[in-house]
Each structure stands twice: as structure tokens, then as C-alpha cells.
């Protein structure tokens, strides 16, 4: 199946500081990718589409010049929490759907990315 | 986007079936169901899809009703490693501006 890394798993930084978060798609090429960002006990909230070659789509309420994402291959999408507080931090997650395969849209979730800002 | 309804919470015992059911009454025609499942800090794993009627796979069952306003997952014989929240989505055709919306999810809790 399609298989969809995140690195790092784990982060912890301190106030004010940037933190790049990177999502792969190992095994297909991903048209698009997406970010989500979850809270403790709570669903996941989608930040972001991000396409190839392409300038991301923010949900309303997420700042663009915060989270800046970058989709510069079929293969890697990063994330960059600019500046972080703690109240940045959370669980970040991406999925990427692919060129090939359904109709629909499948949608391929990374592991995750634990961020704890100081 | 197609919202979806589900309860918040469920308890089960080890060997139990369990049962999830989702609503979604603005569904699209060309909509399909998905299920995913969410261990805590690790992504949402696919579960199983559907469109209408029965699907099954190795680990679990899809019971969609002719109006397709709601699905419901059945989870055979659960264990505790199943302990898990499980979201409903409804997924538009591939080429669809619309985005996966996630739910509240289900926790589900099975005790031994």
C-alpha cells in the first residue's frame, strides 16, 4: 500500500525558534498533499492544501506567513512553524493523494509529527 | 462539504461485535464512505470504503442503506488493541474542489 513518512516524529524547541516539518510520499507520487494539525483529544483540523509546483491553499483562520508550506516535488512537501509559541504546539499530520489509483480521494496519512514548543 | 454525525463515545468487551454508525444526509451522488482508524499519536489508518450496500475486507464490515444517508462499520469479534477512534468521512470525487472534512470520531473502548 501507499506509504507516507514524516520527519521528524518528534520535536521540541524553544519559544521563538523555526521548526521544518517534512512529508514523503515513499512508494507513489503525491499531486497533492495535505496538512492537518490535531489538539489533545480532539479531530484533526485540515491547515492546508498543498500542491505541486503550486502556491498552498490555507483554511480560513490558518496564517500563511506562520505555516509556510513548500511542494516542490511529486515526492516532499514541508512545513515550516515559523517563529513558534507554545501554543503552536500539537500534532501535525499529512497526507498526500496520489496520481494514480481511485476515483476518489484516497487519501494516504503520515505518522505524525509531535511539536512541543517552550 | 458533507458532514457527518457520529457518537462520541463507545464501550465493547473483548470477542464483542461492534457496531459504529455514522450519518451523513447531505451526501453527494458521486460520494464514497471511508473509514479511518486513529491510534493516539500516530495518523489516521484506512479502514475500509464503500458506496452502497456490503463491503468487507479482512478486518471489517460496510453497511450502506439505499438512500446512503448513513453507514455503519462493523468491527467483528474485537480485541483490545482495537481500542481506537474511528472516523466517518465522505470523500467527493476525484477532481472535486471539496476537502476530507473530519468528524468528532468515535472512541471506542474495549474492555477485557
Known amino acids: 500500500g501507499a506509504v507516507v513518512s514524516q520527519h521528524p516524529s518528534r520535536v521540541i524547541c524553544k519559544s521563538g525558534t523555526s521548526v521544518k516539518i517534512e512529508c514523503r510520499s515513499l512508494?507513489?507520487?503525491?499531486?497533492?498533499m495535505f496538512w492537518y494539525r490535531q489538539f489533545p483529544k480532539q479531530s484533526l483540523m485540515l491547515m492546508a492544501t498543498?500542491?505541486?509546483?503550486?502556491?498552498?491553499?490555507?483554511e480560513q483562520g490558518v496564517e500563511k506567513d506562520k505555516f509556510l508550506i513548500n511542494h516542490a516535488s511529486l515526492t516532499l512537501s514541508t512545513l515550516t512553524v515559523t517563529s513558534a509559541h507554545p501554543e503552536d504546539s500539537s500534532f501535525y499530520i499529512c497526507s498526500a493523494m496520489g496520481l494514480a489509483g481511485g476515483l476518489y480521494n484516497e487519501q494516504f496519512f503520515g505518522p505524525g509529527t509531535r511539536l512541543t514548543v517552550l | 462539504l458533507a458532514k457527518t454525525t457520529q457518537p462520541i463515545s463507545m464501550d465493547s468487551y473483548e470477542g464483542q461485535e461492534v457496531n459504529i454508525t455514522c450519518s451523513h444526509n447531505?451526501?453527494?451522488?458521486?460520494?464514497?464512505i471511508t473509514w479511518y482508524q486513529q491510534f493516539p499519536s500516530q495518523g489516521p489508518r484506512f479502514i475500509i470504503q464503500g458506496y452502497k450496500t456490503k463491503v468487507t475486507n479482512e478486518v471489517a464490515s460496510l453497511f450502506i442503506p439505499a438512500d446512503r444517508k448513513s453507514s455503519t462499520l462493523s468491527l467483528p469479534r474485537v480485541s483490545l488493541s482495537d481500542t481506537a477512534v474511528y472516523y466517518c468521512l465522505v470523500l467527493p470525487a476525484r477532481g472535486s474542489a471539496r476537502q476530507l472534512t473530519f468528524g468528532s470520531g468515535t472512541q471506542l473502548t474495549v474492555l477485557p
Open positions: 498543498s500542491n505541486e509546483g503550486s502556491k498552498a491553499t490555507y
Open positions: 447531505n451526501i453527494a451522488t458521486n460520494d464514497y
Open positions: 512508494d507513489f507520487q503525491a499531486t497533492t
